[in-house]
């Protein structure tokens, strides 16, 4: 295949031949220079992850070790780099812009960092994800500064199970900002819950509960193997049990009609009509085949998928002296490098360097 030089920097992964053992089923052809984000299985690209730190105020488990290296802040991609990245991705095509991290909510500069993006013409869906502990006082500035939605994270109702997961306290400060969200009159809030045998699966009928009385959409992640513990297949709980003990309690989920092909979660509702369920089967029924994401560093890597093994650096062509050229032929060619999927269930599986929260959720 003849394509332009890709710079691949930084990454002790580039020795690996992957390219061959991910490629197999890849069509022959030549990476198209104009048109949308295509990658060479003809998937088009409309969705940025962008974090904007590794750091955090918690530790959850499953995410990221209780003794963490983070970046120091030279290495963080300032807001107007960020800006940067997110312009050319938009004139590319990307239209779906989510801030996350590490914590996003950490970042100091964060309200001013949502009003830049937000005079972004093109973006149609700007989001963010977050632990919820420093919301309440955020909530009305990211509003006003042009922030759409929010995702909070919510893994139980005891401050007990929360301390176990999270290494951290402050449950009922994730309380308040979930009501702080609401009042503030936030639409289409997500709360996101991932399920572990034995620590808090006796909480999704609690936190469906609480979905239902709020009229929030609770989307139940399946664990995935990029935390720094080694990953526990029989700890995690998958969609298909969430979804049969929520309908021994509610009777049957109904799917939502006109779901979006590209979006990681089923989505269902009750009967009821009471709250809304999102089956995120990342490991049991991967949704590789119709993704449209990429991910942004919060240290200026493009990501062509969470489990990446390799990683694009655009720092390096930000700034006054581009043209955007060389930052487009970058965006371009990780996403045509893009692999057929991410072998979780494969013997093929290699766990990338970063954890979770260095990557951006
Ligand atoms: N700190 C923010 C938060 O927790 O919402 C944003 C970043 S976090 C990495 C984004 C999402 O990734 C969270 O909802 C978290 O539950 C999820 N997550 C982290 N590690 C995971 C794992 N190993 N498997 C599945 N989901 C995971
Ligand atoms: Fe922090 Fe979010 Fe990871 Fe928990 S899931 S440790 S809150 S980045």
Redesign the pocket.
């Known amino acids: 295949m003849a394509a332009p030089t890709l710079r691949q920097l930084d990454s002790p992964f580039q020795k690996i031949p992957l390219i061959q053992r991910r490629w197999t089923n890849s069509p022959a052809g030549a990476m198209p220079l104009v048109g949308p984000l295509i990658d060479s299985f003809g998937r088009i690209h409309k969705s940025l992850r962008v974090s904007l730190t ?1 750091r ?5 488990t ?3 070790p209780e003794e963490a290296a983070f970046l120091s802040g030279e290495h963080l991609l300032t807001g107007r780099q960020i800006g940067e990245v997110v312009e050319v991705g938009v004139a590319l095509g990307l239209d779906k812009i989510r801030l ?4 996003p909510l950490l970042r100091k500069d964060l309200v001013d960092i949502v009003n830049q993006l937000g005079q972004i013409k093109g973006i149609r869906d700007l989001s963010l ?3 919820g ?1 420093l919301l309440k006082d955020l909530v009305r500035p990211l509003l006003l500064a042009g922030l759409n939605r929010l995702t909070i ?1 919510l893994d139980t109702l005891i401050e007990n199970t929360f301390s176990r ?2 290494r951290r306290q402050g449950l009922d400060r994730v309380l308040e900002g979930i009501a702080a969200a609401k009042d503030a009159g936030f639409q289409g809030t997500k709360l996101n819950a ?1 399920i572990l045998k034995g620590i808090n699966e006796t909480e999704i009928i609690p936190l469906a509960a609480f979905a239902r009385e709020n009229n929030l959409t609770l989307r139940f992640i399946e664990s995935m193997p990029i935390g720094a513990d080694p990953w526990d297949r029989q700890a995690m709980v998958s969609g298909q049990e969430i979804k049969k003990i929520l309908e021994d309690m509610w009777g049957p989920l109904i799917p939502e009609p006109n779901q979006n092909p590209h979006a990681p979660a089923m989505d269902f509702h009750f009967a009821d009509r009471l709250g809304r369920i999102g089956l995120i089967m990342s490991v049991t029924r991967p949704f590789c085949g119709q993704c449209d994401r990429l991910r942004l560093t919060a240290d200026g890597k493009l990501r062509n998928c969470l489990f990446s093994l390799q990683e694009t650096d655009l720092r390096d062509c930000l700034g006054s002296s581009s043209d955007g050229n060389e930052l487009k032929l970058r965006f371009r060619q990780s996403v045509w490098e893009k692999w057929e999927g991410h072998e979780i269930n494969s013997a093929r599986f290699l766990k990338p360097e970063r954890t ?2 260095a990557i951006g ?1």
């Not at 955090?56 to 959850?60: A, E, G, H, P, V």
């Open positions: 590794d955090c105020n918690l530790r959850c499953y995410c990221m996350t991290g590490g914590e994800t977050t632990n502990i994270s997961l999270s991932v979770m929260h959720g």
